[in-house]
T-cell receptor, first 116, second 111 residues
């Protein structure tokens, strides 16, 4: 069964460093998402991406964040200068469509980012 | 303010028993409501998706209900199994892309 994959599973970085989190969405999906979950807190929407551009972003997704689909398979989230509060689990998700509200999103296993 | 509240925060039940989890939301405009199951350290897995016009939807032993008038939803788990131990998250979609997550109910099923 097709699934969303994410690498690495765990990333440790120093404050101020740039990190790139990678995701491979399900191959026939057209909509891509990033979410984060700070330990013990709820999942938060960061950004959605369609047709090579950002469709929607939350207030969390500031200038430190960027997303890219560099080729036909990968979808990346870059954090330019990490802060301690960026430590969280980051989930990538993808969906086939966005019609009639039935866009079932499939989540990856997550990347745990630890900023020291 | 768009919010999704879930209760109880945590729940412990014995294997084989039924349980019901609650979700109240104040999200507008409303697009759809989803229930997810999230195992510890894993990504959420979709259980049900309901739009405004749907009152109930089942997925195996999981049955979700939606009352759009009172802005309440419930997830009923029948004949619980040990593998049902997880967090159950209610997510309300507002418009095309905004997703507001609840804090979840942590369910523990004991043998």
């Amino acid at each position: 069964e097709p699934e969303v994959t994410q690498t690495p599973s765990h990333q440790v970085t120093q404050m101020g460093q740039e990190v790139i989190l990678r995701c491979v969405p399900i191959s026939n999906h057209l909509y891509f998402y990033w979410y984060r979950q700070i330990l013990g807190q709820k999942v938060e929407f960061l950004v959605s991406f369609y047709n090579n551009e950002i469709s929607e972003k939350s207030e969390i997704f500031d200038d430190q964040f960027s997303v890219e689909r560099p080729d036909g398979s990968n979808f990346t989230l870059k954090i330019r200068s990490t802060k301690l509060e960026d430590s969280a689990m980051y989930f990538c998700a993808s969906s086939e469509s966005e019609t009639s509200g039935y866009n079932e999103q499939f989540f990856g296993p997550g990347t745990r980012l630890t900023v020291l | 303010k768009n919010q999704v509240e879930q209760s109880p925060q945590s729940l412990i039940i014995l294997e084989g028993k039924n349980c019901t989890l609650q979700c109240n939301y104040t999200v507008s405009p409303f697009s759809n409501l989803r229930w997810y199951k999230q195992d510890t350290g894993r990504g959420p897995v979709s259980l049900t998706i309901m739009t405004f016009s749907e009152n109930t939807k089942s997925n195996g032993r999981y049955t979700a209900t939606l009352d759009a008038d009172t802005k309440q939803s419930s997830l009923h788990i029948t004949a619980s199994q040990l593998s049902d131990s997880a967090s159950y998250i209610c997510v309300v979609s507002s418009g095309t892309y905004k997703y507001i997550f609840g804090t979840g109910t942590r369910l523990k099923v004991l043998a």
